[in-house]
């Protein structure tokens, strides 16, 4: 059984910064793909960013570029997102996500994705 605890969400002024770690325990944590999403009020979840088993390839969503950095520690099971100048309109529950995988593909969507973290609140106060 896969399990991801994820943690390190809060409140932050805008141009602040956030670091989000999760931990997966149950299975081998090299063997999924891991991704970040989010889910604002009133709105649906959205990826955020993505990244490859082996750690050799990220995704982003256009609106965190340059400001977000997703990493793994496959010695630690654990993902880290990195949110830097994070601004309001990143105010969201932030879940992870594992998607185990055969390739080292860097999946963006939801359906690939069949564990998830049980979402940690991030807010951007202006």
């Known amino acids: 059984q896969v399990q991801l605890v994820g943690s390190g969400g809060g409140l932050v002024q805008a141009g602040g910064s956030l670091s989000l770690s999760c931990v997966l325990s149950?299975?081998?944590?090299?063997?999924?793909?891991m991704a970040w999403f989010r889910q604002a009020p009133g709105k649906e979840r959205e990826f955020v960013a993505a990244i490859s088993r082996s750690g050799g390839s990220t995704s982003y969503t256009n609106s965190v570029k340059g400001r977000f950095t997703i990493s793994r520690d496959n010695a630690k099971n654990t993902v880290y997102l990195r949110m830097n100048n994070l601004q309001p309109w990143d105010t969201a529950v932030y879940y992870c996500a594992a998607g185990a995988l055969s390739t080292d593909a860097v999946p963006v969507r939801e359906s690939t994705y069949a564990y998830w973290g049980q979402g940690t609140q991030v807010t951007v106060s202006s």
């Open positions: 149950g299975r081998s944590f090299s063997s999924y793909a």
